[in-house]
């Protein structure tokens, strides 16, 4: 194996130890963030985030507010919650866990998320700002995998990066990120003709698609650092337990990549760090304090 493992976990924790010394400073200054979760319905995996959330939020000395509604919550309700949550000065941070149930317009109900408040970097607000180079909340996913790109790979000026994926939740923001890094960029997905030859142009390739170790080794450029943000849960054959697994292969890339982050243990962590550290970023920016970097 040819690659460097990239250790998502102890970044995170890292983070996380940089997010808890900000906060222990702000409280010495009266100031305690706080976080609001809401999760409508009961989605196990959701669920399991939302709880993950809830235990991180406090283990960095922040306020974590729990909301959980039921699954056939009407819209006004939800949207009532979330005012109250604007209006609410304890609260720096707001999140609504997706996927919404059906009934419920995902759009409308982050839209509806005091923009400063929206740490999962969703609202439209935000959005167009991150597209225009302003400053906004910055999604938690890409924005991991952005600092661990940085990490590994230093300046991303001039590096060719192919995002696989163009959620408006992963690949756009992801893509986004990357341009503003001067990385010259192209976003794959399902219509994208002879995906492999597209990927070998990479130094960074970046897949979130969603389909069990799709890509393969072959498809790399020999020393491509690969960053798989797929969370994908398997079976394998003659096993009793499932397991998790990314969107790459991830023996035959790590035969062939500079560097690649595992999965679990690689973007997954990121994730909540990145939403803590955005909280921290809400605090200080509502009380015109420093930001962190
Ligand atoms: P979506 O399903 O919203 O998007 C998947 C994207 O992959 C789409 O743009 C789709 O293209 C593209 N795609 C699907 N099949 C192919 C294919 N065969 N070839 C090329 N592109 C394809 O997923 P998300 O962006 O929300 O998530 C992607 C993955 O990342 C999932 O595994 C998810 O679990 C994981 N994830 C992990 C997080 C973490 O914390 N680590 C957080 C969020 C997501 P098209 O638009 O044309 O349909």
């Keep these: 194996m040819a690659a460097v493992i990239i250790d998502g976990k102890a970044f995170a924790a890292k983070v996380r130890a940089q997010v808890g010394a900000a906060v222990t400073a702000l409280k010495a200054q009266g100031i305690t963030p706080g976080l609001a979760v809401v999760l409508v319905g009961e989605d196990p995996a ?10 991180q939020t406090i283990e960095v000395g922040m306020n974590s507010f729990e909301h959980r509604l039921p699954a056939e919550t009407p ?10 949550l604007n209006a609410d000065t304890a609260v720096d941070g707001i999140l609504v866990q997706l996927p919404l149930p059906a009934h419920l317009n995902a759009e409308l ?8 408040k929206d740490v999962d970097g969703f609202h439209i607000d935000n959005v167009g700002k991150l597209v225009t180079g302003q400053k906004s909340m910055v999604p938690c996913t890409p924005l991991g995998s952005l600092m ?8 991303l000026n001039g590096l060719e990066a192919v995002v696989i994926g163009r959620s408006n939740i992963v690949g756009k923001p992801m893509a986004n990120l990357l341009l503003q890094q001067g990385c010259t960029v192209t976003i794959a997905h399902s219509r994208t003709r002879d995906l492999p030859a597209v990927v070998r142009r990479a130094d960074i390739v970046v897949a979130a698609v969603g389909r069990p170790e799709m890509v393969k080794g072959e498809w790399l450029k020999p020393g491509a650092t690969v960053i798989d943000v797929g969370i994908n849960r398997i079976q394998p054959a003659g096993a009793d337990k499932a397991k998790l697994v990314g969107d790459c292969d991830f023996d035959s890339c790590a035969a062939v990549a500079g560097a690649i982050t595992p999965v679990p243990g690689g973007v997954g962590p990121m994730t909540i760090a990145c939403l803590l550290a955005n909280t921290l970023t809400a605090t200080c920016r509502r009380y ?3 930001e962190p970097v």
């Design 46 to 55: 959701s669920q399991v985030y939302v709880r993950n959330k809830h235990r």
């Design 75 to 84: 819209e006004a309700d939800l949207l009532a919650l979330i005012a109250q």
């Design 109 to 116: 109900v982050i839209n509806a998320i005091d923009p400063t």
């Design 148 to 155: 661990l790109l940085r990490d590994s790979l230093g300046d």
């Design 288 to 290: 015109g304090l420093p």
